[in-house]
């Protein structure tokens, strides 16, 4: 089970949580309320994508995107 973290500063993620086992990044985009996956994201990447200031949407689009991705299905 996924344990969401709610992003309230961010205009284009609403939530975002991490499997430290499987090494994969979730994210809920506000637009539609779709949640993507993001692989082969190693703790340093998460702890990265989570500190204060960073952008979510440029984090994603400059790093999380270059790594194995989809849209995450339940």
Not at 30 to 38: A, F, P, Q, S
Request: aromatic share 14%.
């Amino acid at each position: 089970m996924i344990s969401w973290v709610d992003v309230p500063d961010s205009e284009r993620v609403t939530a975002i949580a991490y499997d430290s086992e499987q090494e994969t990044i979730y994210v809920r985009f506000k637009r539609d309320g779709v949640e993507w996956w993001y692989g082969s994201c190693p703790p340093h990447v998460w702890e990265q994508f989570t500190q204060p200031g960073v952008s979510k949407g440029r984090f994603i689009r400059e790093v999380l995107d270059h790594h194995p991705n989809g849209r995450y299905a339940v």
